[in-house]
């Protein structure tokens, strides 16, 4: 029986000089191609190029491999430039759901926009953010003063949402994180668990006086007033993983760090 042929492999790198070495030597060993032409891309650097690879291809959905030249690396293999096509017949395939965000402006614009880790609201003044919530079409805080909120998937519950007290989410949860940012009033509030499913509504209250930016990721819309965050089921990204490098026992294991 013939071997399947190899696939066609293409590299992209962070900005540090390591990243971009790394990627030459990569490319000329493995024949790289364009990332429009690929089998697999190989992403070189932190978390932060991982999620703009996501980006750059949720429309062509191409698997990629990260390898870790960069800071974090959570989303990131170990890099070794030797061994790399037997590495990724054997890695696990993961599935990744992203959010999107549907924002309004205070000129009337709307901008609809994917999120793979969270959508996050922080206000843009001194002056404490006033938010209405709802989820699902009820209000579940006609009032929130804070200096912001997120709702985060389970695969970026472990980035901005831990940093701001909210739960881990296993990968198969198949919930989201509605955390908030400093929350003032209600004081005790510490956020929510949601189905996957839901939809979230927040509406920015005296928004003149207290501007609010809302961020899907990297892309930031700002001085919105009213922000609507669903799951993106009609998205689906696939990210690969060393079978030693499992993410879902890395994000249980977060949640017994010191």
Same mark, same amino acid.
């Given at each position: 029986m013939a071997a399947s042929p190899a696939p066609r492999l293409a590299f992209v790198a962070g900005p540090t000089k390591a990243a971009r070495i790394a990627k030459a030597?990569?490319? =000329?060993?493995? &024949?790289?191609?364009?990332?429009?032409?690929?089998?697999?891309?190989?992403?070189?650097?932190?978390?932060?190029?991982m999620l703009q690879t996501l980006h750059r291809n949720l429309r062509r959905r191409t698997p990629i491999f990260g390898m870790n030249l960069g800071t974090v690396g959570f989303l990131m293999n170990t890099f070794r430039a030797a061994g790399l096509p037997a590495r990724l017949r054997k890695a696990r395939h993961v599935s990744l759901t992203p959010l999107r965000m549907v924002a309004t402006?205070?000129?009337? =614009?709307?901008? &609809?926009v994917i999120a793979i880790n969270e959508v996050s609201l922080l206000r843009s003044s001194r002056q404490t953010a006033r938010i209405g919530v709802k989820v699902d079409g009820t209000v579940r805080l006609a009032d929130l003063y804070c200096d912001g909120a997120l709702v985060a998937t389970p695969a970026g519950s472990t980035a901005y949402n831990l940093s701001a007290h909210g739960p881990i989410l296993p990968l198969g949860a198949d919930l989201l994180a509605l955390?908030?940012?400093?929350?003032?009033?209600?004081?005790?509030w510490r956020g929510a668990l949601l189905p996957r499913d839901s939809r979230v509504e927040f509406t920015i209250l005296e928004s003149k006086k207290r501007p609010v930016a809302a961020a899907a990721d990297s892309v930031e819309i700002a001085n919105v007033v009213k922000v609507v965050v669903t799951e993106a089921a009609d998205i689906g990204l696939t990210v690969l993983f060393d079978p030693e490098h499992d993410l879902e026992e890395r994000i249980l294991k977060e949640q017994f760090a010191p």
């Open positions: 030597a990569l490319e =000329k060993r493995y &024949d790289g191609v364009s990332p429009a032409g690929a089998d697999i891309i190989v992403a070189l650097g932190g978390d932060g190029l402006n205070d000129r009337g =614009k709307t901008h &609809d955390t908030p940012i400093n929350a003032f009033r209600p004081r005790r």
